[in-house]
């Protein structure tokens, strides 16, 4: 079955750096877009970045473009979410999803908390 696990979350302080990882299996990694989305609380679901199967396209929110980059692995089957300049309102339950557009399996979801 689809499985995506994510990793890498934690409580950073505002300007620090994380990077998430998600673990996918269950299906041909390297046949999917992949995507990071994040719930921050009291929010919708909002997409941060999504990634095409080949790395040759990504696309970013508008409010994370200059902080976030998007990366795939397709030999470890792995989705990463480089985060840097990270703020409080960064804070949110971050999401792995399989898709590029469209979105058809999610993670369990990884918590970032940006705090002094």
């Known amino acids: 079955q689809v499985q995506l696990v994510e990793s890498g979350g934690g409580v950073v302080q505002p300007g620090g750096s994380l990077r998430l990882s998600c673990a996918a299996s269950g299906f041909t990694f390297n046949d999917y877009g992949m995507s990071w989305h994040r719930q921050a609380p009291g929010k919708e679901r909002e997409l941060v970045a999504s990634?095409?199967?080949?790395?040759?396209?990504?696309k970013y929110a508008d409010s994370v473009k200059a902080q976030i980059t998007i990366s795939r692995d397709n030999a470890k089957n792995i989705v990463y979410l480089q985060m840097n300049s990270l703020k409080p309102e960064d804070t949110a339950v971050y999401y792995c999803a399989r898709g590029y557009t469209s979105f058809d399996y999610w993670g369990q979801g990884t918590q970032v908390t940006v705090s002094l």
């Open positions: 990634i095409s199967v080949s790395s040759r396209n990504t």
